[in-house]
């Protein structure tokens, strides 16, 4: 689950302009390049960037809900909790593969992310007090980041392309576990349609920042238009987004946060009230209410299962020189 | 921690969807050995009845061909036609062959 708009990424790139124009030639022809092609440096630089945020964003994002896997209201409730978090992790995995076809290492990667230097998308920094909190995701969250990532199983780079096939297929599980759990908290007592409607006043917002900044203020959106490693502008999916999830809101009775919020006839689309981009900016730079956390138990988590990488490497270790040993018994 | 010796090897996974088919190349995982590569791709790529077999190999002993030499290597295949059925002219009256 992610949808976000590359944080920062510099496309610039310095090869010939014969080279440039065939691969250019290459992408309008709708080929896809695969690791050992050659690409421009900025193109490579770009994926390494943007998958590389989509892994730590899958990563991160387990977090958020594994808050309350212990916790679920029932026990079917807690193993498609479980699952979907499972799969998140899986999807972190295929994505580092990904990126990891193009030179970097894991290691790198993961060492980025703990640090705090790597970004990953803001939306996992907010918290999830309530139940209805992972309802909210499922449903917006997952939905956003569909949104996103439909178009990208079309993305040039083959591997990226191929990762996102499998996570597609995955995700819509996720999103409709998310509807229902809302759809039971809409028709169930007062208090819980409250508590499912405070929850959409919380994600409703984050959720429309996940596509990253409006199509006039991104920096970086032509040249990866133009590289087909993004096939919609930021502003674009937002749309699609919000006229997809509108309607479902209203089936659940529940009131979308936005008072400026209008169906145009004209566009075919809701017109929608102003972002607060302050906000998406802090948190994006680390201050919103749970970065820090997240970055805390990543680490946490990196730190304490160090004893049983450094154990599975020796024990590999171990095995393969007794077989050599073996070997030279032998022969 | 990235000393080059305490990396943790690159595998490729393939998975046979059901008997009768291909193992197929489905990603790559990271693990110390083959036993936990084995553990890993079925935990990651077998979540949802992918597949009945898995294979995994060292990322590292796979040799693979140069792209740069594509064009080589595989165009002169394409001059070939002779090399497929539709090349020769066999009358309509000989049947299905």
Known sequence: ?????????????????????????RIDREEKIEPNDPMPEGYRRTLVRQIGQHAHSEIVG???????????????????????VQDEGGHGLYLYSAAETLGVSREQMTEELLSGKAKYSSIFNYPTPTWADIGAIGWLVDGAAIMNQIPLCRCSFGPYARAMIRVCKEESFHQRQGYEIMMTLARGSEEQKQMAQEALNRWWWPSLMMFGPHDSDSTHGDQSMKWKIKRFSNDELRQKFITATVPQAEYLGLTVPDPDL????????YDHGEIDWAEFKAVVSGNGQMNRDRIRDRNKAWDDGAWVREAALVHAQKRADKQHIAREAAE | MTDKHDLTPL???????RNGLHHRHVGSLHASDSALALQAARDVYTRR?????????RSADIAASDPSFAEANFEP??????????????PDEVGHM
């Not at chain 1, 920062?8 to 014969?18: F, Y």
């Not at chain 1, 209008?262 to 689309?269: A, G, R, S, V």
């Not at chain 2, 009845?49 to 190999?57: A, M």
Request: proline residues 5%; glycine residues 6%.
């Open chain 1, 1 to 25: 689950m992610y949808s976000q708009g590359l944080i920062g990424a510099d496309s610039s790139t310095t090869e010939s302009e014969e080279f440039l124009a065939a691969f250019q030639a």
């Open chain 1, 62 to 84: 387990m977090l958020p809900e594994g808050n309350w896997i212990t916790r679920a209201p029932s026990l079917r409730r807690k193993i498609a909790l479980l699952a979907k």
């Open chain 1, 262 to 269: 209008k169906w145009n006839e004209e566009t075919k689309l």
């Open chain 2, 11 to 17: 595998w490729e996974v393939f998975i046979r969807p």
């Open chain 2, 49 to 57: 009845g992918e597949g009945n077999s898995i294979w995994v190999c």
């Open chain 2, 77 to 90: 295949a394409d001059d070939k036609i002779y090399r497929h059925p539709t090349f020769y002219d066999i």
